[in-house]
Structures are given as structure tokens and as C-alpha cells.
């Protein structure tokens, strides 16, 4: 299992403001929406994450692999520069 990080990345000249997530297995980035909680713009793009992976799995095995990335809760925790999300093997954690 790998935790998945979040960073909020401001806008550019030629982009608006994004939040990127990301693990060793891959990332993806998604436009920020303004309007909503910094938290729910960072469990948006980890949501985001998790269904890029099971998509990927889906198409590879057949079948999403759920066990790996859905069987349990995630934790959010903050850092200096965004959010990491680790695996809650425990108890049911805070987000699906």
C-alpha cells in the first residue's frame, strides 16, 4: 500500500489553479474549483487518484482490485504543502 500525497498548485499564465495527487504508482492532476473547502478540493483529486487506479486495474485484470485500494478507510493528514492520505487498516478511517 502507498500513501497519496496532495499539493495545491496556483494558477500560471496559462493554467488555472489545480491540486495534484500522487503516489509512486502514478498521479494525476485536476482543476481547483473554487467555491468548495481546501479539504474537499484535496479528497476530490484523491478520489480522483483511486479511480484512475481502479479504472487501470479494470482494464488490465478484468476486474478492479478494490481489496487494495477500497477495502478499508484513509486518514487525512496535513503537511506543509498539502495533504497525504495513508490507509486505515484498522478501523473504517474517514473517507471511502
Known sequence: MQ???????GPTNT???????????????????HG?????????????????????????????LACAWTSHGWIRGGTSSGYVYVADCVSEGVLP
Open 36 to 64: 468548495l473547502s481546501v479539504e474537499h478540493e484535496h479528497d476530490r483529486a484523491f478520489k480522483k487518484l483511486l479511480n484512475k487506479f481502479l479504472d487501470e486495474d479494470t482494464r488490465q485484470y478484468g476486474t478492479p
Open 3 to 9: 500513501a497519496i500525497q496532495t499539493k495545491y498548485l
Open 15 to 33: 493554467k488555472g489553479a489545480r491540486i495534484r495527487a500522487w503516489c509512486e504508482r502514478g498521479s494525476i492532476t485536476v482543476d481547483y474549483t
